[in-house]
């Protein structure tokens, strides 16, 4: 999963984002995603979110969740 569609993010996913201060440079910044910003379901450069610490950005890399998944652990 690439960050480019909608349905493949949710609040609490763990994700790498481009800040866009950080576009030219192509710095990541982690964190766990609060709120999904972009309505369409596609976007060719990133669905943009908002991470629990505030940090505003497009989804570059997408991680697993904060949660365990059922059955595990």
Not at 12 to 35: A, C
Not at 38 to 50: A, E, L, N, Q
């Amino acid at each position: 999963m690439n960050g480019k569609n909608r349905k493949d993010i949710k609040p609490g996913l763990k994700v790498n984002i481009t800040q866009k201060q950080d576009q030219r440079t192509g710095k990541l910044t982690g964190g766990m995603v609060k709120d999904i910003l972009t309505k369409s379901p596609f976007h060719s450069r990133g669905i943009k979110v908002r991470l629990t610490t505030g940090e505003v950005g497009r989804v570059q890399e997408i991680g697993e969740t904060g949660q365990e998944a059922p059955g595990q652990g």
